[in-house]
């Protein structure tokens, strides 16, 4: 089956306690991305990949980090939380083949930093 | 700066109605218009997607009008059924660009009443 898994599903953490939201897609995508969504704000991207070794700022980047080590992965790191990252993050992937693409999406991390 | 407006926030409609929900860009070089569906505790999935070259796309009960001269494209689900109950955005791309981020508008809730 076709799927992006994000890893965990809920997570509740203190202030400044470096913590990974893992993410993989098993469709040998190229792109990949991080959303956050927050009410009343929609989805906003925080960081993007259109391939190993290849990633750049999204949005909203400040306070997280990413890697691309492995085509399939495409974690999100935030080295010192704060209250504020408190939010629902999406991962999503897509592939660049095709003109017109549609995104996939993960089920979502809930992350609450205290 | 918002760059795709998204209205109304919520919407309740009784079942068999006819839901209709709002977005309009400012970027010209948006030139693929999806539209995602999320059910609570899900990702955001890929509903319907139409590219500026047509005025309107049409799957089942739902439908996408598309005016490039308004900047404007609207979703309508016909016969809204509960099952339908869930968030809705609109987004826009750049095809081929750099960065194949989706734009989001801030969402809909749509409550469909049995």
């Known amino acids: 089956e076709a799927q992006v898994t994000q890893n965990p599903r809920y997570l509740i953490t203190v202030t400044g306690k470096k913590l990974t939201v893992t993410c993989s897609q098993n469709?040998?995508?190229?792109?990949m991305s991080w959303y956050r969504q927050d009410p009343g704000l929609g989805l906003r991207q925080i960081y993007y990949?259109?391939?190993?070794?290849?990633?750049d700022k999204g949005d909203v980047p400040e306070g997280y980090k990413v890697s691309r080590k492995e085509k399939r992965n495409f974690p999100l790191i935030l080295e010192s939380p704060s209250p504020n990252q408190t939010s629902l993050y999406f991962c999503a992937s897509s592939s660049i083949r095709s003109y017109y693409t549609e995104a996939f999406f993960g089920q979502g991390t809930r992350l609450t930093v205290v | 700066q918002q760059q795709v407006k998204q209205s109304p926030q919520s919407l309740i409609v009784q079942k068999g109605g006819i839901s209709i929900i709002n977005c309009a860009y400012e970027n010209t070089a948006f030139d693929y218009f999806p539209w995602y569906q999320q059910f609570p505790g899900k990702g955001p999935a890929l509903l319907i997607a139409?590219?500026?070259?047509?005025s309107e796309k049409k799957e089942g009960r739902f439908t996408i009008s598309f005016n490039k001269s308004a900047k404007q494209f609207s979703l309508h689900i016909m016969d809204s059924q509960p099952g339908d109950s869930a968030t809705y955005f609109c987004a826009a791309s750049i095809s081929g660009g750099s960065n194949y981020k989706l734009t989001f508008g801030k969402g809909t809730l749509l409550t469909v009443n049995p």
């Open positions: 469709m040998n995508h190229e792109y």
């Open positions: 990949s259109m391939n190993v070794e290849v990633t």
């Open positions: 139409i590219r500026p070259d047509v």
